[in-house]
C-alpha cells in the first residue's frame, strides 16, 4: 500500500548507519531525493525552522524574533513595540521609577525627621524659618525637611580663640597706651553659648561678633593703662577689665554668650625697640630688687630697735619698784661689761682670806700699805 510509505522509509533511515547531518538527516540520499524542507517524501536535509509533520502550524508572535530584537536596540519600532529597548520579562520602567521614587522619599524623612542630640547639645528647631522651640538631649521627631529644620548647638563645650593668630601668619598687634607708648600685645578669649536660641538669631555671625568686640574691649582698657602697667603688675586688673566690657557689650546685644576668660598672653615693645625696652626692663628689675633689699634691712633694724626699747622698759618697770637696787645692779653690769676685756688688780684688806686664784686671770701683788695699790 503506498500510504504507509512514508514512515516506512524515515524507519529505515533512523535504523541505518549513514551519518546524519546536524539538523537531523542523512548526509546524502542514495535514491537521489532531495528535502524540500516541509517533511516530504525525500529523506533530505530537513530546515532547522520548519515545522513538524503533523504538528499544527505556529502563529508567530509578534516581536519575538531576533530582527525585532536588533530594531529594537537600534530604536526602531516593530513587532508592537516602541522606541525603547526593553529586555524581554521585566517590569515597566514607570513603575521601577516609582519605588526608586518611594524610597528615596522614605530615606529622605528617615533622615531629616529623626534627630539625636548629645548631652551637651541643644537643638533649636525652626519651622519654615520661624523659631518653634529647643530640644533637649536624646532622639527626637520632627516634620521633615525643608518644612522643619533642627540646628544644634554645643552649650557646654568652651571656645575660643587668639590674637594675633599665630598659626595664620598673623603679625604684631600694636596697641597704644596711655602714657604714648606701642606695645606688642596678644590675648586669648574663652567663651560658651547660655541661650541657644539668642546665639542663633540674635547675631548674624556670633563668633566674629565676639572677636570684633574682643578687639575693641582690650584696646579701649590698654588705652587708659600706662606702659608699666601694661608690662607689669597691671596685667590682672586689665584682664578684668576686658571680661566685663565684654560681657556687657554682649548683654546688650542679647547674643546669649558669656565670657569665660580672658588673658593677656604676651606684651611686649615692638621689634624695632625692643633692645631699649629690654635695657629698660632690667633697670626697672634691678631698682625693684633694691628696692626690696632696702626695705629688709629697715624692717630688720627696726625690729632689733623695738627689741632693745622692750628691753629697756622692762628694767625700768624694775627700776620704778627698786630704785637703788636696780641702780647698783645696773652699775655692777655696766662695769662688768666695761672691765670684761681688762686686767684687773684686786686690793685686799688685811685680815681677809685671800680667794682661789684663777690662773691668768688675777694677778696678787705684795702686800702694800693700806690704802694703797699698785
Not at 686664784?357 to 705684795?366: D, I
Amino acid at each position: 500500500m503506498t500510504i504507509a510509505l512514508p514512515w516506512r522509509r524515515r524507519l529505515s533511515e533512523t535504523m541505518s548507519d549513514k551519518p546524519k547531518s546536524p539538523w537531523g538527516g542523512g548526509g546524502g540520499d542514495s535514491d537521489g531525493g532531495s528535502g524540500d524542507g516541509n517533511g516530504g517524501n525525500d529523506a533530505g536535509p530537513r530546515n532547522p525552522w520548519a515545522q513538524a509533520p503533523g504538528s499544527r502550524p505556529r502563529s508567530p508572535r509578534p516581536g519575538s524574533g531576533i530582527e525585532d530584537l536588533l530594531k529594537r536596540a537600534r530604536g526602531g519600532g516593530g513587532g508592537g513595540g516602541g522606541g525603547n529597548f526593553r529586555f524581554p520579562g521585566s517590569g515597566s520602567g514607570r513603575s521601577l521609577w516609582l519605588a526608586g521614587v518611594g524610597l528615596f522619599l522614605l530615606a529622605w524623612i528617615g533622615m531629616t525627621s529623626i534627630h539625636g542630640i548629645g548631652p551637651q547639645e541643644r537643638g533649636v528647631v525652626t519651622y519654615f524659618g520661624r523659631y518653634s522651640g529647643t530640644i533637649g538631649p536624646g532622639w527626637n521627631l520632627t516634620l521633615p525637611a525643608p518644612i522643619a529644620s533642627v540646628r544644634v548647638i554645643n552649650v557646654t563645650g568652651i571656645q575660643g580663640f587668639s590674637f594675633p593668630d599665630t598659626d595664620g601668619g598673623g603679625g604684631q598687634n600694636l596697641v597704644l597706651t596711655r602714657d604714648g607708648n606701642l606695645v606688642d600685645l596678644s590675648y586669648s578669649v574663652q567663651w560658651n553659648i547660655i541661650d541657644p536660641q539668642k546665639y542663633v538669631f540674635e547675631l548674624d555671625k556670633p563668633d566674629d561678633a565676639v572677636k570684633a568686640i574682643a578687639e575693641t574691649a582690650v584696646r579701649a582698657a590698654i588705652a587708659n593703662a600706662t606702659l608699666d602697667e601694661v608690662l607689669g603688675a597691671g596685667k590682672l586688673s586689665i584682664q578684668t577689665q576686658v571680661a566685663d566690657s565684654m560681657q556687657k557689650i554682649l548683654d546688650d546685644y542679647q547674643s546669649g554668650i558669656r565670657i569665660v576668660n580672658v588673658a593677656l598672653n604676651n606684651a611686649a615693645a615692638p621689634q624695632q625697640v625692643s633692645d631699649a625696652f629690654k635695657s629698660v626692663t632690667a633697670a626697672q628689675n634691678e631698682r625693684q630688687s633694691n628696692v626690696t633689699q632696702a626695705r629688709g634691712y629697715a624692717q630688720q633694724v627696726v625690729a632689733i630697735a623695738q627689741g632693745q626699747a622692750a628691753a629697756f622698759n622692762s628694767v625700768y618697770e624694775q627700776y620704778k619698784l627698786a630704785p637703788e637696787v636696780t641702780r647698783r645692779r645696773m652699775y655692777y653690769e655696766t662695769m662688768e661689761a666695761i672691765l670684761s676685756k681688762n686686767d684687773k688688780t684686786i686690793i685686799e684688806p688685811r685680815n681677809i682670806a685671800p680667794f682661789l686664784p684663777v690662773p691668768g686671770g688675777v694677778r696678787k701683788l705684795p702686800d702694800a700699805p693700806q690704802g694703797e695699790a699698785r
